[in-house]
């Protein structure tokens, strides 16, 4: 009779771990809670952004563009190899307003 308890609950911690492990985390922030923050003069280094890209440049001045929201533009100078419409998560590195746009270096994290 023990050995079958500890089975079941050993079987049920396995499944219960399995569970766990499937769900991707939620982001930090949408490009329209990240925007708002911003605006409030909130500093998103380290938080995760999940957002719509709507514009993509590939040669700005900043480097790889991807637009979203108002005035968000995340930068980098590796190509994230996206396109307009892709949904994407990154982690912010530093955000900087720029002219009224913010400027945002980030980790990508997943397409």
């Known amino acids: 009779m023990k050995k079958r308890i500890v089975l079941l609950m050993t079987a049920l911690l396995m499944l219960l771990t399995l569970a766990a492990c499937g769900q991707a985390a939620k982001p930090d922030y949408t490009a329209s809670t990240a925007e708002t923050a911003l605006n409030k003069g909130k500093d998103l280094k380290g938080k995760t952004v999940q ?3 709507t514009g993509y440049e590939p040669a700005s001045a900043f480097g790889y563009n ?5 005035h968000l533009n995340f930068v980098s100078s590796d190509n994230p190899k996206v396109k307009k419409g892709d949904t994407v998560t990154v982690k912010v590195n530093k955000a900087k307003s720029v002219m009224g746009s913010f400027i945002i270096t980030y980790t990508n994290l997943k397409k």
């Open 51 to 53: 957002f719509k890209v």
């Open 66 to 70: 991807m637009e979203t929201g108002k």
